[in-house]
């Protein structure tokens, strides 16, 4: 339709035969053309001197096995055949006009874009065609260019159908599998494993192999074969659908197509119901989009539409449109033939650009965790905001950071550092790691703040940068160390990572956050941005441990506040209040905080929960910061071991910060006095008569004789000035 030397067919013959097999193995050269002969009687020959002809000839021999057509170009003169495209046939849906005047035609099933450009010199006969077949609901066969996805030619379905198409059934087929408990995460990566083996080699994608590697379209009959292979290994999975907000408004950065991304106006994939321990979370089958099993957010996430509706379904519903009218292929007939059209389609991209995934298209991807589960995937899901590992600081500077932070056995570990002291140098380390493909330069910006619940980017004091700093694929860097000297005071700090890695990986803007909604995605949303508000504090039995922190409003705008005491992991019979701003309680609500001592200004709460204490809707100023005080006492009889106590804030109803203190009680070395003043060797007969409140534990002598206690005159003689 569109050029005179094009053809749209069915194939006959191939010539030699069995040719496309052995076209790879055997190098056929131009000395032995393969012919093909065409249902309707034309003939062709391709040259074999031309770098794509032997994967034409195999994608030939498919099409002529499962009945499809084929469109090829071919040169009047020499009755070669110059190109060579795999068409689709579909029924046609809707057909809306984009600004610039081009046209996007929706087609059956079909979850990519197709555009029908209005400077194409056959627009109107194209559009006619299309028209018609939506109009009486006819199926068409229709052409477009490998990569743009542009409508070149339409013709009526050729007289054997190249697919059965999938049923509309007014109820589920009767293999319709019931629901099974949660899988462990361990499961979801086997099931990931074995579908990600069945991927395509590009370059000749054999059956039964699935195009993960093609992923412009096809996206439901890939998933209707992986849920097979799923049923058939006894596991039940589910399918979730994602819809575009706009005509093709999904969009994925791959290196699978040579542009580097593709645009969907649907998705759809397998999922799996994983059990964390704490409750049941939905991850995500997708080797078209990711290396392992990811949680729903997080595949949603990277399809950027923030306005995008869902729907879960089982396994049985081969296609949902997005009004929620579903077609089922009880057989696989369908799947199997749409699967040959992809195969075919990625096997035909690899002869034209060379096989994905494209060098051009692939980046660095470094990233800083959040937590220890942090895995660099965004956006953050489940687990701390401000616990990050990856921020570490020293009172020494470390012989070798990288031998020291960087093993593995380092990596699984929170508490590599050491309390920042006043008055001396202190030495930051950031590790950093590459989930990308290549390897890429990072600048890493280093900041502190007082400890905070809302540690927002005005209140952020730079310490300077580092870097920047090779990091290859999958492997970790230490980078620093960063020298700081000028520390304000004695006490903890929370300190912000900012990094940048590339141009396609970039710091983040902070002076684009202006809103709380900003400051939230930057959090969640960047795996280039982390903070740490997280200090160990060696207790013992008995012990009192109090810290001051923050409480703040967003700059300019007054929102109201929640803040939560969790106490969850604490011992039983431990006893926390919080001591705060008055007007920030005046007008809220209480949850299991009992008032106790009031001033003119403060109020101090008493929790009564072991679990989570909340002050609901503070009325915040734009701007506010108060200080608050959280004392705990420990009970006489402790067992040895870790507890965590935190304290977030949440505005509507997001969280925004966190201050987490982890407990170790033990038996440390040195017992200082807060009352005394004075420092014990922990077995000296004058700590047994010490109160658990006036016990402080100290595992480094001189520390505690740098911030002023003096020396047992029995257990320490040497350092008393008594």
């Known amino acids: ?39 309707q009687g034309r003939s062709a020959t391709l040259d074999m001197t031309d770098r794509r002809a032997a994967a034409w000839a195999e994608i030939l021999d498919s099409l002529r096995e499962s009945e499809h057509p084929v469109y090829v170009e071919i040169d009047p003169d020499t009755d070669v055949v110059t190109e060579l495209l795999v068409p689709v046939t579909f029924g046609v849906g809707t057909i809306e006009r984009a600004p610039s005047g081009d046209l996007v035609v929706h087609l059956g099933m079909s979850s990519g874009p197709h555009y029908l450009r209005k400077a194409n010199p056959d627009f109107k006969k194209l559009l006619a065609a299309l028209r018609k077949a939506a109009q009486d609901g006819s199926r068409v066969v229709v052409t477009e260019t490998m990569d743009e ?64 590697m093609y992923p412009d379209d096809g996206c439901w009959a890939r998933a209707s074969e992986m849920c097979r292979l799923m049923l058939d290994m006894g596991e039940t999975p589910e399918k979730i659908w994602i819809y575009a907000t706009t005509d093709n408004s999904l969009s994925v950065r791959t290196p699978n197509n040579p542009s580097c991304q593709v645009s969907w106006c649907y998705h759809v994939a397998p999922i799996v119901r994983v059990s964390t321990g704490s409750g049941t979370d939905v991850y995500v089958i997708d080797p078209s989009m990711f290396s392992e099993p990811v949680p729903q957010a997080v595949w949603e996430y990277a399809q950027r539409d923030p306005t995008h509706t869902t729907a879960i379904t089982g396994p049985d519903v081969y296609y949902r449109s997005s009004s929620g009218s579903e077609l089922f292929d009880p057989t696989y007939a369908d799947t199997a033939a749409n699967l040959i059209t992809y195969r075919n389609q990625l096997k035909n991209r690899s002869a034209t650009f060379g096989p994905p995934p494209y060098a051009s298209c692939q980046y660095p991807d470094i990233f800083i965790r959040d937590n220890l589960q942090d895995e660099g995937l965004e956006p953050l899901v489940g687990g701390g905001i401000s616990t990050s590992p990856d921020i570490n600081h020293y009172r020494q500077e470390l012989t070798n950071a990288q031998t020291t932070l960087g093993s593995a056995a380092a990596m699984g570990r929170g508490d590599m550092f050491e309390d920042v002291e006043k008055g001396q140098s202190n030495y930051l380390y950031v590790r950093l790691q590459n989930r990308g493909q290549v390897a890429g330069d990072a600048l890493v910006d280093l900041y502190w703040m007082p400890p905070s619940t809302l540690p927002t980017p005005t209140s952020w004091n730079s310490l300077g940068s580092m870097g920047p700093t090779t990091v290859a694929p999958g492997d970790v860097k230490v980078v620093g160390p960063l020298e700081w000297s000028s520390v304000p005071n004695e006490g903890h700090y929370c300190f912000v990572a900012v990094l940048g890695s590339s141009p396609h990986d970039p710091k983040p803007d902070l002076n684009a956050i202006t809103t709380i909604d900003d400051f939230y995605h930057l959090i969640r949303n960047s795996n280039n941005v982390t903070w740490k508000n997280f200090d160990v504090t060696d207790q013992f039995s008995g012990g009192l441990m109090h810290f001051d922190f923050e409480v703040r409003g967003w700059p300019r705008i007054a929102y109201p506040g929640d803040l939560e005491l969790d106490l969850s992991t604490l011992p039983p019979g431990s006893e926390a209040t919080l001591r705060i701003v008055k007007r920030l309680t005046a007008q809220a609500t209480l949850e299991r905080f009992q008032i106790g001592d009031e001033t003119a200004y403060h109020v101090t709460l008493r929790a009564t929960s072991a679990a989570l204490n909340a002050i609901r809707a503070m009325p915040l100023r734009a701007s506010d910061c108060s200080l608050a005080t959280l004392t705990v006492q420990l009970p006489e009889t402790v067992e040895d071991g870790m507890y965590e106590l935190s304290v977030a804030q949440r505005i509507k109803g997001q ?68």
């Open 1 to 39: 339709m569109t050029k005179k030397n094009a053809l749209v067919d069915l194939i006959g013959t191939l010539s030699p035969a069995g040719v496309a097999k052995r076209a790879r193995v055997e190098a056929v050269t131009a000395a032995q053309p393969v012919s093909v002969t065409f249902r």
């Open 149 to 212: 996805h542009e409508i070149i030619d339409v013709r009526e379905q050729l007289a054997h159908p190249p697919t059965p198409a999938a049923i509309e059934a007014p109820a589920p087929p009767a293999r319709r599998a019931r629901a099974k408990a949660a899988i462990t995460l361990a499961r979801a990566e086997q099931l990931f494993d074995a579908m990600a083996a069945r991927t395509c080699d590009p370059v000749t994608a054999p059956a039964p192999c699935i195009p993960f």
């Open 655 to 722: 969280e925004v910060g966190r201050i987490t203190r982890r407990l170790v009680v033990g038996n440390h070395p040195y017992v200082a006095n807060r009352r005394s003043h004075e420092i014990h060797i922990a077995n000296c007969d004058w700590v047994d008569k010490m109160s658990g409140r006036n016990k402080i534990a100290y595992r480094d002598l001189q520390l505690a004789l740098r911030r002023g206690y003096n020396g047992c005159r029995f257990c320490l003689p040497e350092h008393s000035t008594d």
